[in-house]
């Protein structure tokens, strides 16, 4: 790949802005006749071009506009409300078992400027609305009536450090913050938590701290906790050391905190779940960028038990990145092909299983937000799907469920992230580029 180096730079903040807009636009134009049609990486023998190198790898996104009276578009037989709005970037939804929804809102810690691409880069994706005030806390929704609309509202937790995961375990409450997850005290219809809370775990965060998103499960019986840890870089331009236990999903012992490596050279683990038919852990993932249009398609797959996923050597099994260097042959010859592609650049950002759907349509398989790209044209993502399973393995195309996030020309209303059920199984979707939580429930 090209090495781009520039004296250290001495323009004004508005010719910045201007030179930022000025490549978008560039890179948008540029690549608009390579992107082939997204379908054909869809499921488990994607397409994959040949890879491609850049000077300025192409930066496009979409500009961000209000919903205004507008609601995204539902599946037939669907209809769709606001649960709650006015919200600080929501990321992830859970429910509670007495019916309450917690909202996890969060923005993740400022990222440094060690490159003129992540100048680029930062102004473009703080152009898209990804720069908003975050929360940094837990709001709880309660009182959910016919309409829809939750009637009480209250911060659960407040002050945390870019949250993004949450579970309760018992009258235990996790939530993993970028940098540690935590452990606070949880009684049944509490609407607040004044506890300081105990830290389980260090978890990897700064001062480089390129994938903030910690996302969490817990088992099914309660003893062991999965904690998704994105990659410090694209790929490992901040140095290997930066990558110490990184790219990888770890277990976390409840008890005592102790943790090992589960699965590793995943990229980008931003959704986890397990499947209830055959009861393993399944992840959403984000890969590479700056290699084409259609690369790396990012994924859906089962986590096997120290499995090794490719990240940052190669991708979907032996495809070697050549930009890595020293190779490890020893660790491409057992990357794991990934169970299911969803397409190049689809930023997928939260995963949960149908089981206990109310929505007739959709009872056995996962629904996956996708976030939507920013450095792809055509724009790809933007909407939730609906991947189908059956025993225990996608068995077919993925549906649209929710979608009109962006529109015909290229404004983005809103951007899907954390995906859960309620208590009655309307599907709920974090929206925080619109700040608001979505209920979608049948008609």
């Given at each position: 790949m090209t090495v781009l180096r520039t004296a250290r730079p001495t323009f004004r903040v508005s010719q910045l802005a201007l030179l930022c807009v000025t490549v978008s636009t560039l890179a948008l134009a540029g690549c608009d006749d390579q992107a082939g049609d997204p379908t054909t990486q869809i499921g488990a023998n994607p397409r994959l071009p040949e890879p491609q190198n850049y000077l300025l790898p192409p930066i496009a996104t979409a500009t961000p506009g209000p919903w205004g009276d507008t609601t995204p578009t539902v599946a037939e037989g669907l209809q769709i409300h606001a649960l709650a709005r006015d919200l600080l970037h929501p990321r992830q939804v859970y429910t509670l078992p007495n019916g309450d929804v917690l909202v996890v809102e969060a923005n993740g810690p400022k990222a440094p400027i060690n490159r003129p691409k992540d100048l680029i880069e930062g102004f473009v994706k703080s152009f898209a609305g990804t720069g908003g005030k975050g929360g940094n806390r837990i709001t709880l929704l309660r009182d959910i009536g016919p309409d829809g609309i939750a009637k009480t509202r209250t911060v659960l937790l407040d002050h945390l450090n870019s949250p993004f995961g949450v579970a309760l375990v018992g009258s235990d409450l996790y939530v993993a913050n970028t940098d540690s997850l935590m452990r606070y005290p949880y009684t049944a219809g509490d609407t607040t938590i004044t506890a300081p809370g105990v830290k389980l775990t260090d978890l990897p965060g700064g001062p480089i701290d390129h994938h903030w998103t910690k996302t969490l499960v817990a088992s099914a019986d309660g003893t062991k906790l999965y904690v998704g840890v994105g990659s410090n870089s694209n790929i490992t331009e901040n140095g290997m050391p930066a990558e110490l236990e990184r790219a990888a999903i770890w277990e976390i012992d409840r008890t005592s905190g102790a943790h090992r490596i589960f699965a590793s050279g995943v990229r980008n683990p931003t959704g986890l779940g397990f499947e209830p038919t055959s009861g393993k852990l399944w992840a959403v993932a984000n890969e590479r960028d700056e290699i084409g249009p259609d690369l790396v398609p990012d994924y859906l797959t089962s986590v096997q038990d120290g499995g090794f996923y490719g990240w940052p050597y190669s991708y979907y099994g032996q495809h070697i990145d050549a930009r890595v260097m020293p190779q490890r042959p020893d660790l491409v010859a057992k990357?794991?092909?990934?169970?299911?592609?969803?397409?190049?650049?689809?930023?997928?950002?939260?995963?949960?299983?149908?089981?206990?759907?109310?929505?007739?349509?959709?009872?056995?398989?996962?629904?996956?937000?996708?976030?939507?790209?920013?450095?792809?044209?055509?724009?790809?993502?933007?909407?939730?799907?609906?991947?189908?399973?059956?025993?225990?393995?996608?068995?077919?195309?993925?549906?649209?469920?929710?979608?009109?996030?962006?529109?015909?020309?290229?404004?983005?209303?809103?951007?899907?992230?954390?995906?859960?059920?309620?208590?009655?199984?309307?599907?709920?979707?974090?929206?925080?580029?619109?700040?608001?939580?979505?209920?979608?429930?049948?008609?």
């Open positions: 990357a794991i092909v990934p169970d299911y592609a969803l397409s190049s650049h689809v930023a997928p950002l939260g995963v949960t299983f149908a089981n206990g759907s109310s929505l007739s349509a959709f009872k056995s398989g996962a629904f996956v937000g996708e976030h939507g790209s920013w450095d792809r044209a055509p724009l790809n993502g933007y909407k939730v799907i609906y991947v189908p399973f059956a025993d225990g393995k996608p068995s077919g195309t993925p549906q649209d469920v929710v979608t009109g996030f962006l529109t015909a020309d290229n404004h983005a209303l809103g951007r899907p992230v954390g995906v859960a059920l309620d208590k009655t199984g309307a599907l709920l979707v974090a929206d925080d580029l619109g700040n608001v939580v979505w209920r979608v429930s049948a008609k």
